[in-house]
């Protein structure tokens, strides 16, 4: 069974750049048959998609958040990251990674538990 | 992207059943039939229990379904039950090659 682990600094600074990795277990990240997603949502609010990772010809962010995101993996550790540049308090949210399945079309199957990232100076 | 959207609080009594729509258009839910909808519960991850509009993941119950007509989607829980009381979001691709949210539902069971 899949299981993903967020981890990362629960407190950033304005201005800096957020970053956190996905800890995968019962599968490599290097089969390269799946999709590697980023969501995020501010505490009481709604769910946002942040992106997702194929290869690294085959990558895709929201648009609202393009400009500042980055995915990518690391297949040495078994992890994909995220990083978010220039945040501000709006970038304050609990942070979700997932997966999908094989059969499974553009939907995310395999959570993580998330991680609270608090922007704040 | 705009949020798909879908109406804030929807509440039925236990064992009747409810729908949930989920409004986007032709460059999302009116163009793709990848539409997923997710359950979350207070505190804790969300939860894929709808994917290709209709198709449900294993291990899900069968009281969940979702369907599609035009640009709206819609999830229906019948036999709603007490455990049923959750957030609930739908998502769908997009034209862009990315994934939108819905704005998400509160289920409440009277």
């Known amino acids: 069974q899949v299981q993903l682990q967020e981890s990362g600094p629960g407190l950033v600074k304005p201005s800096q750049t957020l970053s956190l990795t996905c800890t995968v277990s019962?599968?490599?990240?290097?089969?390269?048959?799946?999709?590697w997603y980023w969501i995020r949502q501010p505490a009481g609010k709604g769910l946002e998609w942040i992106g997702r990772?194929?290869?690294?010809?085959?990558?895709n962010y929201n648009p609202s958040l393009k400009s500042r995101v980055t995915i990518s993996l690391d297949t040495s550790k078994n992890q994909f990251s995220l990083k978010v540049s220039s945040v501000t308090a709006a970038d304050t949210a609990v942070y979700y990674c997932?997966?999908?399945?094989?059969?499974?079309?553009?939907?995310?199957?395999?959570w993580g538990q998330g991680t609270l990232v608090t922007v704040s100076s | 992207q705009s949020a798909l959207t879908q109406p804030a609080s929807v509440s039925g009594s236990p064992g009747q059943s409810i729908t949930i729509s989920c409004t986007g258009t032709?460059?999302?839910?009116?163009?793709?039939?990848?539409v997923s909808w997710y359950q979350q519960h207070p505190g804790k991850a969300p939860k894929l229990i709808i994917y290709?509009?209709?198709n449900r993941p294993s291990g899900v119950s069968n009281r969940f379904s979702g369907s599609k007509s035009g640009n709206t989607a819609s999830l229906t829980i019948s036999g709603l039950q007490a455990e049923d009381e959750a957030d609930y979001y739908c998502?769908?691709?997009?034209?862009?090659?990315?994934?939108?949210f819905g704005t998400g539902t509160k289920v409440t069971v009277l």
């Open positions: 032709n460059s999302d839910v009116g163009g793709y039939n990848y």
């Open positions: 990772f194929y290869t690294s010809e085959n990558t």
């Open positions: 997932a997966r999908d399945a094989l059969r499974v079309g553009a939907a995310m199957v395999y």
């Open positions: 019962g599968d490599s990240i290097s089969s390269g048959s799946y999709y």
């Open positions: 998502c769908s691709y997009t034209s862009s090659s990315t994934l939108v």
């Open positions: 290709e509009v209709s």
